[in-house]
């Protein structure tokens, strides 16, 4: 498509004298940049300038720059490509393409690299503080710099005709090297991008690994995921070891969380009055959630006690062991006022001793009898 515009243009100004196709190309140029910058771009930057989103301004900002020098540039390239020009000046057409042509295309390339990096790191600053989903915003920016650098300088070599295959090669023996060298760095930072795409978590969820440790998030970094314990330890685990365990997220997709509380009583326990007795004491505890309801499950029949479970809800993870604690020690007292039994496991132990004999000779004990047996029951 570029050859044909080329083609259309040189065939234009094949009649036209060189200096007043110099004088077109470059004033026609000048004059569309000139156009997009005052009316088009301000007109723009006005109308953006009064929306409620910041997004529309940034693009328009950063795009401004990019957009008239390419405008510009262009009939400088263009002047390089025409024939009627090409063949009417001291230069010869390599030398032309090499102080005209390459360097009008350089400046376009440098300047659309500039905005791309300028536009995505204005609008991680802009979306880096609506949230913890975004937390992982400035780490894309980075990754964003460096592709944008490395693509630009070999598109510049490229241009300028120089061969980047040993680059590329060197550039992969580098990449294996450092891949070696810093492979528990590189399992860590795409670890912390997969837990971001997946949503594991966020800051302030209560998540517990399946090594048992429970804690609640309090920085996501590239690195590593740092948990604040209940005993108001910091613990650090990498991402890999997150990417890869197990992780039980208390806090979604809803803070609040179901409590389940044992209890058991003695058979012949008229269980209605227990029942009633129970929810009762849940619904006078502030921790407990008044929706849903709490509710009695009669599991059930033990050896020696009929077993129940308080299903009640609390506000977050975090408060779910002091509720526990409260209800056990208000049905603790609660069931001891009612003359309720709360069985637990009882054993008799009967100490039999053996007679000495007279001749003071005390038998050697053996598997089946001893000079002392215990015999023990339990109820």
């Known amino acids: 498509m570029i050859d044909?515009?080329?083609?259309?243009?040189?065939?234009?100004?094949?009649?036209v004298?060189?200096?007043?196709?110099?004088?077109?190309?470059?004033?026609?140029?000048?004059?569309i940049a000139a156009l997009l910058e005052v009316v088009i771009l301000r007109t723009l930057l006005r109308y953006t300038s009064r929306t409620k989103t910041q997004y529309d301004n940034i693009l328009v900002q950063e795009l401004r720059a990019p957009v008239v020098l390419t405008a510009a540039m262009a009939g400088v390239y263009v002047l390089t490509q025409i024939p009627s020009v090409t063949e009417n000046v001291l230069l010869t057409t390599a030398q032309l393409d090499t102080f005209f042509g390459k360097p009008s295309l350089s400046v376009i390339v440098v300047a659309w690299a500039l905005a791309s990096n300028r536009l995505v790191n204005r609008f991680v600053e802009e979306?880096?503080?609506?949230?913890?989903?975004?937390?992982?915003?400035?780490v894309f920016s980075n990754v964003w710099t460096l592709i944008v650098f490395v693509g630009t300088i070999g598109i510049l070599l490229s241009l300028w005709e120089y061969s980047i295959s040993p680059l590329l090669g060197a550039a992969g023996v580098a990449g294996?090297?450092?891949?070696?060298?810093?492979?528990?760095?590189?399992?860590?930072?795409?670890?912390?991008?997969a837990l971001y795409f997946d949503?594991?978590?966020?800051?302030?969820?209560?998540?517990?690994?399946?090594?048992?440790?429970?804690?609640?998030?309090?920085?996501?970094?590239?690195?590593?995921?740092?948990?604040?314990m209940r005993d108001e330890v910091l613990v650090t685990v990498p991402n890999a070891a997150?990417?890869?365990?197990?992780?039980?997220n208390?806090?979604?997709?809803?803070?609040?969380r179901r409590l389940k509380v044992p209890i058991g009583v003695a058979y012949g326990t008229d269980i209605d009055a227990f029942e009633e007795l129970v929810l009762e004491l849940a619904d006078e505890e502030p921790l407990v959630l008044e929706s849903p309801k709490p509710r009695m499950r009669f599991r059930s029949f033990g050896d020696s006690a009929l077993e129940y479970e308080l299903l009640c809800w609390v506000a977050s993870p975090t408060r779910a062991n002091k509720a526990r604690h409260k209800l056990n020690r208000a049905m603790y007292k609660a069931l001891t006022a009612a003359e309720i039994e709360i069985p637990f496991p009882q054993r008799d132990v009967t100490v039999h001793t053996a007679a000495v004999p007279d001749d003071g000779d005390v038998p050697e004990?053996?598997?089946?009898a001893s000079g002392s047996r215990a015999v023990a029951s339990e109820r």
């Not at 399946?210 to 948990?227: H, I, N, P, Y």
């Open 4 to 15: 044909a515009l080329l083609g259309s243009l040189a065939a234009l100004f094949e009649e």
């Open 127 to 138: 979306v880096k503080d609506k949230g913890s989903r975004f937390d992982f915003a400035p």
């Open 365 to 368: 004990p053996s598997s089946a």
């Open 199 to 228: 949503d594991t978590y966020k800051l302030g969820d209560y998540i517990e690994l399946d090594t048992g440790e429970a804690g609640t998030v309090v920085k996501v970094g590239v690195r590593s995921t740092t948990l604040m």
């Open 176 to 193: 294996i090297a450092v891949g070696f060298a810093a492979r528990d760095t590189v399992a860590n930072f795409f670890g912390g991008i």
């Open 17 to 31: 004298p060189a200096w007043q196709a110099t004088l077109l190309l470059v004033g026609i140029s000048f004059g």
């Open 250 to 256: 208390q806090s979604a997709p809803s803070r609040r």
């Open 242 to 248: 997150l990417n890869a365990a197990k992780v039980i």
